[in-house]
């Protein structure tokens, strides 16, 4: 491997690629691809890989799934005894 003047600009340019530079520091954008294979690229939001309108889509369609697994595991689980209908012999 030769470290070129080409490879270089080829690697910092692979490597740029998910970032966006601001006033001398790299910023980290939205990795969300669009269907029609266009990155997002807006500002990620706090820590997260996503912009704040891709984190929250994505919190959504998680909460969505706890909400659906919480909701079969009521009708699953066996009825709790009723406290009316203690035994009282
Ligand atoms: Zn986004």
């Known amino acids: 491997m030769e470290f070129t003047r080409e490879w270089f600009d080829e690697s910092s340019n692979e490597w740029m690629k998910n970032k966006r530079k601001k006033r001398s520091i790299y910023f980290y954008t939205c990795d ?13 939001f ?13 919190k959504n369609a998680l909460a969505k799934k706890v909400k659906e697994i919480s909701m079969e595991y009521i009708l699953i689980s066996p009825a709790l005894p009723d406290p ?4 009282e012999t």
Do not use: F, I, P, V
Not at 32 to 44: A, E, L
Not at 46 to 58: D, F, I, N, P, T
């Open 46 to 58: 706090k820590q997260e890989s996503m912009c704040q309108q891709h984190w929250a889509l994505e």
């Open 84 to 87: 009316n209908q203690s035994n």
């Open 32 to 44: 969300h691809t669009y269907q029609s294979g266009k990155r997002c690229g807006r500002d990620c």
